[in-house]
């Protein structure tokens, strides 16, 4: 089978693709601590006997074992200068049992680190690991990559753009996600796959995430969004423990059934995970041999994301706009915060704009004399650290541009390239590159063409040479261009008239800066919302406007009722039922809302159903200083200790003003408004300012909840979890001692009775570590400690940890520190 039959055989029939890999070769000897891919190519002839009962079973495709083989992951096993060799043995050991009978995948796992601010890499380093991975799978003859088990969409984002920069190879794009169809850093389905699509990969999907019924609503979200093929390899159910084993309850004959579930949902490549076995793909082959894939014709959604938040732009939809305040043109104050590199007035501008209702936020680094494109890197990554909102990069600099997509998770919209050539070949090579959406200005080297057909001959331009560039409908807009009516006003209506031809000819998106047209003329507000108002009836998609103007914002509110975007005029009554004449004091009230996308989903037509998300919680009661906390503000928490301390009691700061930041945080993270980016940079604000505090709190003050032992158990290289939950818990008071990972057993008794620790805390993310837990348990009895045991780890479950007489189980981070809370004896 050749690799370029791919896509032509996934329209003709599902295919199925092999299992599990690490728990079959730990029953023939591998043991916890080795290097699972050094040990796979020490013994060729057990892993080509693997492969080769894959391929008996059915399997159309089998993975490379080189799930780890990457410089970061070997870095762990002092192995990080043989990455080429590793992954081209891999590669051909699994082309020498294929025989030509299957494709050969070459298997690409996440990394193990967290990109800033959260972590210590950036887009360019993990360019750099997933390319030099990626390149020695290509050379030694793989036929696909397949890029699985990312649980942050940032990550998975880079792998992906990797694979294409150095090979041709076809992509599949695995995320995997949590209960709650979120992953670790809080992407859902939909979010995922409309960053992942605009990428093209062959397909997109999930695997890991628990069993196939868990794994089912995240096809079926999938499913219903696009008619990209989706790939699915879920585990052989949630793992149980039993006589002291690790085991997956789900027979082949249950994953059998549960594949046609799969494939009805969607699936075009179906596949197993932990605890599948030869048996298990069997069953599945046999269930779905001669059948076709369930044909899906999804519509073409338009939307711009953030890593957790996807805003849908379109007739359908709620009225989006893009707020405009993140500008420093003529605005001295900010332009000098900018030049400054301090980007404290940028952030406050984009809270503030998110608080009054905007989905979207241009940003704009345009001050002369700065390194645009090192300060649109610093914006970007502290503007997506402080709100989770999608953004527009507002440049003329490629550099510039180029800069905020690498460090922009989620897709962005590119303002703008204009109609010459020059700017369509830089710009447009660099949407499609990094999957973004793309704003065209019908203007070129002669300006703004005063009639509306010749703007649409630009429209137009930019329209063919963007398509001739890969990208899709869904990725183009155009900017019609509005004069100021002060200067060119014959000009107004031929930018509506234009708008109207792009819409009917081109039918892509629409965005318009309004407020220009008012420029120079007394009362602006009044002509930019009657403009506003016309452009909306016009077909405008995205204005860019002020959301802190009452005006604009309450004609905004009018459209959406009388354009019938407001349904039952919902919003429209909620905001003005009861509520006088609104002026200045209303323009923090939103109205513009992102789409709902988890509960839109469930709803049986293809159609979006418009739902409204609930509003930014507020603030109130929470001091200067919690709000810092709150906010994840790191860089200014100090400047405000150092400005509210003096005369103040410093444990009363912490008492009054840190934990309530910390624990507002908390709060949301378990209402789903914050994900784990947002908690940990409170967290790690609390624990600057802590840090800060703690050389003048009296010693009475500093007595800890409790010593917390934390540990990944032995065989267990994965830690990004435990780390966080050490994050947190220092917030929290408790001292931690963190042994980092890969613990033996005696290791982390030694230690724990060292230091008389009232908890250990165990982490583990690979099932057949999981009995190293009961081994730690069994040794806190033996040993009469009185120290009680949690248990956490992306394949945990309470059931198992009551199995192996665990005190407590933290499904999450945060649930780490209730749970720990409440097996201590405060006093």
């Given at each position: 089978?050749?690799?370029?039959?791919?896509?032509?055989?996934?329209?003709?029939?599902?295919?199925?693709?092999?299992?599990?890999?690490?728990?079959?070769?730990?029953?023939?000897?591998?043991?916890?601590?080795?290097?699972?891919?050094?040990?796979?190519?020490?013994?060729?002839?057990?892993?080509?006997?693997?492969?080769?009962?894959?391929?008996?079973?059915?399997?159309?495709?089998?993975?490379?074992?080189?799930?780890?083989?990457?410089?970061?992951?070997?870095?762990?096993?002092?192995?990080?200068?043989?990455?080429?060799?590793?992954?081209?043995?891999?590669?051909?050991?699994?082309?020498?049992?294929?025989?030509?009978?299957?494709?050969?995948?070459?298997?690409?796992?996440?990394?193990?680190?967290?990109?800033?601010?959260?972590?210590?890499?950036?887009?360019?380093?993990?360019?750099?690991?997933?390319?030099?991975?990626?390149?020695?799978?290509?050379?030694?003859?793989?036929?696909?990559?397949?890029?699985?088990?990312?649980?942050?969409?940032?990550?998975?984002?880079?792998?992906?753009?990797?694979?294409?920069?150095?090979?041709?190879?076809?992509?599949?794009?695995?995320?995997?996600?949590?209960?709650?169809?979120?992953?670790?850093?809080?992407?859902?389905?939909?979010?995922?796959?409309?960053?992942?699509?605009?990428?093209?990969?062959?397909?997109?999907?999930?695997?890991?995430?628990?069993?196939?019924?868990?794994?089912?609503?995240?096809?079926?979200?999938?499913?219903?969004?696009?008619?990209?093929?989706?790939?699915?390899?879920?585990?052989?159910?949630?793992?149980?423990?039993?006589?002291?084993?690790?085991?997956?309850?789900?027979?082949?004959?249950?994953?059998?059934?549960?594949?046609?579930?799969?494939?009805?949902?969607?699936?075009?490549?179906?596949?197993?995970?932990?605890?599948?076995?030869?048996?298990?793909?069997?069953?599945?082959?046999?269930?779905?041999?001669?059948?076709?894939?369930?044909?899906?014709?999804?519509?073409?959604?338009?939307?711009?994301?953030?890593?957790?938040?996807?805003?849908?732009?379109?007739?359908?939809?709620?009225?989006?706009?893009?707020?405009?305040?993140?500008?420093?043109?003529?605005?001295?104050?900010?332009?000098?915060?900018?030049?400054?590199?301090?980007?404290?007035?940028?952030?406050?501008?984009?809270?503030?704009?998110?608080?009054?209702?905007?989905?979207?936020?241009?940003?704009?680094?345009?001050?002369?004399?700065?390194?645009?494109?090192?300060?649109?890197?610093?914006?970007?990554?502290?503007?997506?650290?402080?709100?989770?909102?999608?953004?527009?990069?507002?440049?003329?600099?490629?550099?510039?541009?180029?800069?905020?997509?690498?460090?922009?998770?989620?897709r962005p919209l590119i303002n703008?390239?204009?109609?010459?050539?020059?700017?369509?070949?830089?710009?447009?090579?660099?949407?499609?590159?990094?999957?973004?959406?793309?704003?065209?200005?019908?203007?070129?080297?002669?300006?703004?063409?005063?009639r509306s057909e010749d703007r649409?001959?630009?429209?137009?331009?930019?329209?063919?040479?963007?398509?001739?560039?890969?990208?899709?409908?869904?990725?183009?807009?155009?900017?019609?261009?509005?004069?100021?009516?002060?200067?060119?006003?014959?000009?107004?209506?031929?930018?509506?008239?234009?708008?109207?031809?792009?819409?009917?000819?081109?039918?892509?998106?629409?965005?318009?800066?309004?407020?220009?047209?008012?420029?120079?003329?007394?009362?602006?507000?009044?002509?930019?919302?009657?403009?506003?108002?016309?452009?909306?009836?016009?077909?405008?998609?995205?204005?860019?406007m002020n959301p802190f103007d009452?005006?604009?914002?309450?004609?905004?509110?009018?459209?959406?009722?009388?354009?019938?975007?407001?349904?039952?005029?919902?919003?429209?009554?909620?905001?003005?039922?009861?509520?006088?004449?609104?002026?200045?004091?209303?323009?923090?009230?939103?109205?513009?809302?992102?789409?709902?996308?988890?509960?839109?989903?469930?709803?049986?037509?293809?159609?979006?159903?418009?739902?409204?998300?609930?509003?930014?919680?507020?603030?109130?009661?929470?001091?200067?200083?919690?709000?810092?906390?709150?906010?994840?503000?790191?860089?200014?928490?100090?400047?405000?200790?150092?400005?509210?301390?003096?005369?103040?009691?410093?444990?009363?700061?912490?008492?009054?003003?840190?934990?309530?930041?910390?624990?507002?945080?908390?709060?949301?993270?378990?209402?789903?408004?914050?994900?784990?980016?947002?908690?940990?940079?409170?967290?790690?604000?609390?624990?600057?300012?802590?840090?800060?505090?703690?050389?003048?709190?009296?010693?009475?003050?500093?007595?800890?909840?409790?010593?917390?032992?934390?540990?990944?158990?032995?065989?267990?290289?994965?830690?990004?979890?435990?780390?966080?939950?050490?994050?947190?818990?220092?917030?929290?008071?408790?001292?931690?001692?963190?042994?980092?990972?890969?613990?033996?057993?005696?290791?982390?008794?030694?230690?724990?009775?060292?230091?008389?620790?009232?908890?250990?805390?165990?982490?583990?993310?690979?099932?057949?570590?999981?009995?190293?837990?009961?081994?730690?348990?069994?040794?806190?009895?033996?040993?009469?400690?009185?120290?009680?045991?949690?248990?956490?780890?992306?394949?945990?479950?309470?059931?198992?940890?009551?199995?192996?007489?665990?005190?407590?189980?933290?499904?999450?981070?945060?649930?780490?520190?209730?749970?720990?809370?409440?097996?201590?004896?405060?006093?």
């Open positions: 089978m050749a690799a370029y039959d791919v896509s032509a055989l996934l329209k003709e029939r599902c295919l199925i693709m092999d299992g599990a890999m690490g728990t079959m070769l730990q029953k023939h000897g591998m043991q916890p601590g080795m290097c699972p891919e050094l040990f796979a190519i020490q013994n060729e002839a057990l892993l080509e006997n693997i492969h080769y009962q894959y391929i008996q079973a059915g399997a159309d495709i089998i993975e490379t074992f080189s799930f780890g083989a990457n410089y970061y992951k070997l870095q762990a096993y002092g192995l990080e200068e043989r990455v080429a060799e590793l992954n081209q043995e891999a590669v051909r050991l699994a082309r020498q049992a294929s025989g030509g009978k299957a494709l050969v995948a070459a298997c690409v796992g996440p990394t193990g680190q967290l990109l800033k601010p959260m972590g210590t890499v950036d887009f360019d380093d993990l360019l750099r690991v997933f390319s030099e991975q990626i390149t020695a799978c290509d050379k030694a003859g793989a036929d696909l990559i397949c890029i699985e088990t990312m649980t942050d969409i940032g990550e998975l984002r880079a792998a992906v753009i990797a694979a294409q920069s150095c090979s041709k190879l076809p992509i599949i794009a695995h995320m995997s996600f949590e209960n709650g169809g979120r992953t670790m850093m809080g992407t859902d389905a939909a979010t995922a796959l409309f960053i992942l699509e605009a990428l093209n990969p062959l397909a997109i999907g999930a695997n890991c995430s628990g069993g196939a019924k868990e794994m089912l609503p995240v096809i079926e979200t999938m499913g219903r969004l696009s008619d990209i093929y989706l790939s699915v390899e879920p585990n052989a159910g949630l793992p149980m423990f039993t006589n002291g084993n690790t085991v997956f309850p789900d027979s082949p004959e249950e994953m059998a059934e549960q594949a046609l579930r799969l494939r009805q949902a969607g699936a075009n490549i179906i596949g197993g995970c932990c605890g599948t076995t030869p048996e298990h793909i069997q069953a599945m082959a046999a269930a779905l041999r001669g059948m076709g894939p369930v044909k899906r014709t999804s519509a073409r959604l338009r939307a711009l994301a953030s890593r957790s938040r996807a805003v849908l732009i379109g007739d359908s939809q709620d009225l989006a706009f893009i707020g405009e305040r993140i500008n420093p043109t003529a605005r001295k104050k900010l332009a000098a915060d900018i030049k400054a590199g301090q980007m404290n007035m940028v952030v406050e501008e984009a809270r503030l704009q998110v608080e009054s209702g905007a989905p979207i936020l241009d940003v704009n680094m345009g001050v002369p004399g700065i390194d645009e494109a090192e300060a649109m890197t610093r914006a970007v990554t502290e503007i997506q650290a402080a709100v989770d909102r999608p953004i527009s990069i507002d440049s003329t600099r490629p550099e510039a541009i180029e800069a905020g997509l690498k460090n922009y998770v989620g703008s390239t204009t109609a010459e050539d020059k700017q369509l070949d830089v710009i447009l090579p660099l949407a499609k590159k990094y999957g973004a959406a793309v704003l065209g200005l019908c203007l070129d080297e002669k300006g703004i063409p005063p649409l001959k630009l429209a137009g331009k930019i329209y063919q040479r963007a398509k001739s560039y890969g990208l899709r409908d869904q990725d183009i807009y155009i900017d019609c261009l509005v004069t100021t009516a002060g200067a060119e006003q014959a000009r107004v209506l031929e930018t509506l008239i234009t708008m109207q031809k792009v819409k009917q000819e081109l039918k892509v998106g629409t965005v318009l800066g309004v407020s220009n047209v008012s420029h120079g003329l007394p009362q602006r507000e009044v002509l930019t919302s009657t403009f506003l108002a016309m452009a909306w009836a016009a077909g405008l998609d995205l204005p860019i009452a005006r604009v914002r309450d004609v905004t509110r009018a459209a959406a009722v009388l354009l019938n975007r407001d349904v039952g005029a919902s919003l429209y009554i909620e905001h003005f039922q009861n509520k006088p004449t609104p002026g200045k004091s209303a323009v923090r009230h939103q109205l513009c809302h992102s789409c709902n996308i988890p509960e839109l989903l469930n709803a049986s037509a293809l159609a979006p159903e418009k739902v409204a998300a609930a509003a930014p919680p507020s603030q109130e009661g929470l001091s200067r200083l919690g709000r810092a906390v709150l906010e994840g503000d790191q860089q200014n928490i100090i400047a405000l200790l150092e400005e509210i301390l003096p005369g103040r009691d410093p444990l009363e700061l912490v008492n009054q003003d840190l934990i309530p930041g910390i624990e507002e945080a908390g709060l949301r993270y378990d209402q789903k408004v914050y994900f784990l980016p947002q908690l940990m940079m409170s967290a790690e604000t609390m624990k600057k300012a802590f840090g800060y505090l703690k050389p003048l709190l009296q010693e009475e003050a500093l007595v800890s909840r409790g010593t917390v032992v934390l540990a990944t158990v032995e065989g267990d290289i994965h830690d990004i979890g435990k780390n966080i939950v050490a994050i947190m818990l220092e917030n929290y008071g408790f001292e931690v001692v963190d042994l980092g990972k890969d613990v033996p057993a005696a290791t982390i008794l030694h230690e724990a009775e060292r230091r008389q620790a009232n908890i250990i805390g165990l982490s583990a993310l690979m099932t057949t570590t999981m009995p190293r837990m009961a081994e730690v348990i069994e040794g806190v009895r033996n040993r009469g400690l009185s120290c009680k045991v949690m248990v956490g780890g992306a394949v945990l479950t309470q059931e198992y940890a009551d199995l192996i007489g665990a005190d407590g189980f933290a499904a999450d981070a945060r649930k780490a520190i209730t749970v720990a809370t409440g097996l201590v004896d405060i006093k």
